[in-house]
């Protein structure tokens, strides 16, 4: 009798699941076939050397088709951008549950291979953010713009305090001017040798102003390399009443390069925490706030809301039908954050025709 060929046999190798606790100076990897079998566990640097050697260490066991990293967003983010290079669908991965951790106790070789279970068991789901487009350029510049202003703001309340403790003589002279006006005139002043008390004053107001100048000059750089950004990745977002180069940046942060992973709309108002949650009992029936998500995105939201209630007759009508129902105006913000975040959705998520190469920087 002939016999018959056996097809349950896979032809090619098998397929198995990376998982990696990453840290600043080494990340942690552990290799998990798909019965959550560990095969292997290992360390390996922060560097690209690192990098190849963790993928072609872990290919050794089989086909890696997915990856469950934790920290995507802090110290995963470049092995993520490398993973995705390499073909392989990295999954979002928090942090492991506290009372596993109890039984089990840490090590980060554990943490690694809760990492991989978690993408075997179908508990993580979520596809990382790519972080390798527009989208990072725009996190970056909003960085650096959000650090000058806070820098610049430090250094005007030095120069006040200088005014307040200076001689009665220039005190005299300099608290009466507003602020912009103290800049340029303290940018002015003649540079001196550092003498006295009264000349130390001068140099050092000087010195502040100059500072002042140049991160009001940085400010202005960075916000022009927003707009160019927002509106080379997503042109019809700036268009809509209420939303500047921030808050837009702030929303496409939000989202990330690969807003594709968002399915619904829904799904990016939950992530914004502007989707309503249920807080009902007995008789009453009623939806809170949502504290969750990214508090950057809901404040984003929130300004965008608080811009149309002044100037947008559209959304006054709004409030006024709404507050005659019966709503409050935090209920009535909550639901305006809401169709924001819809609208939004509907943005950038939308096809986009390529890009013009437009310069950033001179």
Not at 112 to 131: D, L
Not at 205 to 211: E, N, T
Not at 342 to 352: E, L
């Amino acid at each position: 009798m002939p016999q018959s060929s056996d097809h349950s046999q896979p032809d090619g190798p098998p397929e198995v699941i990376l998982g990696v606790d990453t840290h600043k100076e080494f990340h942690v990897a552990a290799v998990l076939s798909q019965l959550g079998t560990v095969l292997g566990t290992r360390s390996f640097p922060t560097t690209i050397r690192g990098f190849r050697r963790l993928l072609s260490w872990s290919r050794g066991f089989g086909v890696v088709g997915r990856a469950g990293v934790e920290g995507t967003g802090t110290f995963g983010k470049a092995l993520t951008r490398h993973l995705r290079t390499a073909g392989i669908v990295v999954i979002e991965v928090n942090q492991p549950d506290r009372a596993d951790r109890r039984r089990r106790g840490k090590t980060d070789t554990l943490d690694a291979e809760a990492a991989a279970r978690a993408v075997v068991s179908g508990r993580a789901t979520a596809t990382a953010k790519s972080s390798d487009g527009p989208v990072e350029m725009l996190r970056l510049f909003k960085l650096a713009k959000e650090s000058a202003i806070k820098s610049r703001t430090q250094t005007i309340n030095q120069m006040k305090s200088v005014v307040i403790s200076a001689d009665p003589e220039l005190r005299d002279e300099l608290t009466a001017m507003t602020t912009a006006k103290l800049v340029r005139h303290c940018a002015s002043l003649p540079d001196q040798p550092a003498i006295d008390v009264s000349t130390a004053a001068r140099y050092t107001l000087r010195l502040l102003a100059r500072r002042v100048q140049e991160l009001s000059s940085q400010i202005t750089d960075l916000k022009r390399c927003l707009t160019v950004t927002v509106t080379r990745h997503a042109p019809t977002l700036l268009d809509q009443k209420g939303i500047g180069p921030d808050n837009a940046a702030q929303l496409l942060i939000t989202a990330g390069d690969n807003p594709d992973r968002l399915h619904t709309e829904a799904a990016f108002a939950a992530l914004c925490g502007s989707s309503p949650v249920q807080a009902s009992s007995g008789n009453t029936r009623r939806l809170r706030l949502n504290r969750g998500g990214d508090r950057a995105a809901n404040s984003a939201l929130y300004l965008i809301v608080i811009t149309r209630l002044r100037w947008c007759p559209r959304t006054r009508d709004y409030v006024t039908r709404r507050t005659t129902e019966g709503l409050s105006k935090r209920d009535i913000i909550r639901c305006l954050k809401r169709y924001i975040a819809r609208d939004v959705y509907k943005i950038i998520t939308q096809p986009r025709q390529p890009p013009n190469p437009l310069p950033i920087a001179a």
